[in-house]
């Protein structure tokens, strides 16, 4: 049993990018289809794409690459963990590097970035931020 599925999906992130790889694959939650789904949404993936397999849930993630090889996603970061959850309000939420990244939050109108949750006007547990 894993404990934090987010950090382990923004850990195999980080060390795809870094060790060049295109396409990685893992356990999907609804929670993870959905920040992979704001990922692709985002232009930080090109795909995102859940199946099952043997009566489970996967997601397979297409990562996307600059022209000199080096990943779209400079820094991915977990913010909420499970031993320190981290809320915010609409108008507290984080502005990641002066609004060039995003921040990944789960409101209670399902996940949105900080910019789709400002403009509701819903906080909400900040996961990650990714620049």
């Given at each position: 049993m894993m404990t934090d599925p987010i950090a382990d999906l923004l850990t195999r992130i980080r060390n795809a990018q870094q060790a060049g790889i295109e396409k990685?694959?893992?356990?999907?939650?609804r929670t993870l289809i959905s920040i992979a789904t704001i990922l692709k949404e985002e232009g930080y993936v090109v795909g995102a794409k859940p199946?099952?397999?043997?009566?489970?849930?996967?997601?397979?993630?297409?990562?996307?690459?600059?022209?000199?090889?080096?990943?779209?996603?400079r820094e991915i970061t977990r913010v909420s963990k499970?031993?320190?959850?981290?809320?915010?309000?609409?108008?507290?939420?984080?502005r990641v590097r002066n609004g060039y990244g995003i921040a990944v939050v789960s409101t209670s109108r399902g996940m949105m970035t900080d910019k789709k949750a400002r403009e509701a006007h819903v906080g909400g547990e900040v996961l990650c931020t990714v620049f």
């Open positions: 990685i694959e893992m356990g999907a939650s199946y099952n397999y043997k009566g489970r849930r996967y997601i397979r993630l297409i990562l996307k690459y600059d022209d000199d090889g080096r990943g779209v996603i499970p031993g320190r959850r981290v809320y915010s309000a609409a108008t507290e939420l984080p």
